[in-house]
């Protein structure tokens, strides 16, 4: 088990553009297991990308069932290189980062997605992901190109919340 630091806002790293995987080797098998391990031992986290630990390569982690609220998900996904394939309709959703503990903001994201990514095997598969899991997939691989909920959230002014404490 090895639980990694988390980057936090403005960290310069945060906004490296990922690399693409090509191999799956000791490092990259090193860093999904310190990305499951990072995300379980944060209690609520319900998703991380590899950036947000100092690594710039393209996988994220991400489990919606931690989500009590979300009914229809995967369970725990590990994607490497994911790329939204298809957008469909919008909502708004609260969002929150590890990386940005101070603030939660409203963003405008697609209720659902079409998602390609490839498993631990490099195995290539397509998922379709729906609300709540759509907009965390939709969070977690803007990571991956060096942008934060907080570059898109609605408006600066009124849809920026500060929160004392991530929980
Ligand atoms: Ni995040």
């Given at each position: 088990m090895a639980e990694r630091e988390v980057l936090i806002y403005?960290?310069?790293?945060?906004k490296e553009i990922a690399r693409d995987v090509d191999l799956v080797d000791d490092y990259i098998k090193q860093v999904i297991q310190d990305l499951i391990d990072t995300m379980e031992m944060?209690?609520?986290?319900t998703g991380i990308a590899a950036t947000q630990i100092?690594?710039?390569?393209r996988i994220v982690v991400a489990d919606?069932?931690?989500?009590?609220?979300?009914?229809d998900n995967h369970g725990r996904l590990v994607m490497i290189n994911p790329e939204i394939l298809k957008w469909e309709g919008m909502l708004q959703f609260r969002e929150g980062c590890m990386s940005v503990p101070d603030f939660t903001g409203n963003v405008n994201r697609a209720r659902k997605i079409l998602i390609r990514y490839q498993d631990e095997n490099l195995e290539s598969k397509v998922i379709e992901a729906e609300g709540f899991e759509a907009v965390l997939l939709q969070h977690e691989t803007d990571h991956l190109e060096g942008t934060l909920f907080i570059d898109r959230v609605i408006s600066k002014r009124t849809d920026l919340f500060r929160r004392k404490k991530y929980k």
């Open positions: 403005p960290d310069p790293r945060l944060s209690g609520h986290s100092g690594e710039p390569v919606a069932s931690k989500n009590k609220k979300c009914e």
